[in-house]
């Protein structure tokens, strides 16, 4: 077989359906965020990031910048290892620490990533526990998807955001099936949110566990950034709630938090803990300093919403069509790959506005779509300055506007 050649074809493959994804080469600069250089041939470009998952802007602010410096200082530059031979370091326990304080639960476990945290621990969960039936949400992110797969289980799909369909799907079970109830608080393409309360009524009448990912809330909802499940007083509800370090946080990592004995099988087996090198004291010391901030500050999480209040309005008044939702994140709807990405390149190369296409595999084909995050620290001249790029190149295109 000609290896070259099939992965040729298949690159043309998605150059031809519009699905090739290019990355600008971006430089962040400490201070500026959400302003960036952009480091193509010749001079540098200023640009405004408007895609950054960096959604408070926490990956810039001094407390956090003040803490990785003096861990780096201390501790050096890696953790040695894994966590079970020669990795676990003082940030590590003591970050785990403050997670379970947050979500109000007796113990937590720090993974490397937020995709890492949900493929290990549902991995494991479900192929440990005897005949265990896994009920997961339709638009489930695709870590868990792979984290259910690995299992090995039974994997039952719901309806998004249906405890209906959710409940016809358990009652079906033999009764006493050991189940774990799998979704999202905040969607990440469409931005919507999952009705807490309604799922976790289903599962406790069914007795099954409940695992939801809340790495698109934490940092951002609830008095102490403890995602949706806080705001909505229902974080004891939950068996399992996972997280990410990478975004309301703005540096890296992912952790589940739960009971300590549950906590505890999942770093006893679950072999995407064992067997990874632990993440940098550093980074454990930043992440801890962005999570004793939130706690206490509400004043990120206000002037978040106000921006996005802000900008949707702005795209009403433009009539730039975008996808409403409960939630920040701000899905502006194209519909057409090509158009997509033509959309995107001329933000990027006419407007010094950088938002990266979202294709086909990411959301199904014919929703393709910009998806659009603002933060605190956008301004109000950066929003108009985005909806009227917008706006011109909806012209240009002959885009549908939205009425």
Request: glycine residues 8%; charged residues 20%; hydrophobic residues 40%.
């Amino acid at each position: 077989m000609d290896y070259e050649s099939f992965f040729r074809r298949e690159l043309d493959e998605l150059r031809q359906n519009g699905d090739y994804r290019i990355f600008a080469n971006l430089q962040r600069q400490a201070g500026r965020f959400p302003h960036a250089l952009h480091m193509r041939a010749g001079a540098p470009a200023d640009l405004t990031i408007w895609c950054s998952n960096d959604y408070l802007g926490m990956g810039q602010h001094p407390a956090v910048l003040t803490a990785m410096h003096k861990a780096l200082d201390e501790c050096g530059a890696g953790a040695g290892g894994t966590r079970n031979i020669a990795g676990t370091n003082h940030y590590h326990v003591l970050l785990e620490q403050e997670l379970a304080d947050l979500h109000g639960t007796a113990a937590a476990l720090l993974f490397n990533s937020g995709y890492m945290s949900n493929w290990a621990a549902l991995s494991t969960l479900a192929a440990r526990l005897p005949g265990c039936v896994v009920l997961s949400d339709a638009s489930n992110h695709a870590s868990m998807i792979e984290g259910i797969r690995h299992s090995r289980a039974k994997k039952i799909v719901f309806a998004h955001n249906d405890p209906a369909d959710l409940e016809r799907k358990l009652a079906a079970l033999p009764p006493g099936t050991p189940s774990l109830v799998a979704f999202e608080s905040v969607y990440s393409m469409d931005g919507d949110v999952a009705p807490i309360a309604a799922i976790c009524d289903v599962a406790d009448r069914y007795g099954a566990m409940t695992y939801l990912d809340e790495v698109h809330a934490v940092g951002l909802y609830g008095p102490r950034g403890g995602g949706i499940a806080e705001r909505e007083g229902l974080a004891h509800r939950l068996t399992v709630t996972e997280g990410t370090l990478a975004k309301g946080f703005g540096v890296i990592g992912g952790y589940i938090a739960a009971s300590s004995a549950l906590c505890d099988f999942i770093r006893s087996f679950a072999s995407g803990f064992i067997f990874t090198t632990a993440i940098p004291p550093a980074i454990a010391a930043g992440a801890l300093a962005s999570i004793r901030h939130l706690k206490t500050s509400d004043t990120e999480r206000l002037a978040h919403r106000q921006r996005v209040a802000q900008l949707r309005a702005a795209l009403d008044d433009a009539g730039v069509p975008h996808h409403r939702n409960g939630g920040h994140i701000v899905p502006v709807l194209v519909g057409n790959p090509i158009l997509c990405k033509q959309v995107t390149d001329r933000l990027l190369e006419e407007f010094g506005v950088y938002v990266q296409p979202i294709n086909y595999p990411t959301v199904p084909r014919g929703t393709e779509r910009l998806r659009i995050t603002p933060s605190p620290l956008h301004s109000e001249a950066d929003i108009a300055h985005l909806v009227r790029s917008l706006s011109a190149i909806w012209s240009d295109l002959s885009l549908r506007r939205a009425a």
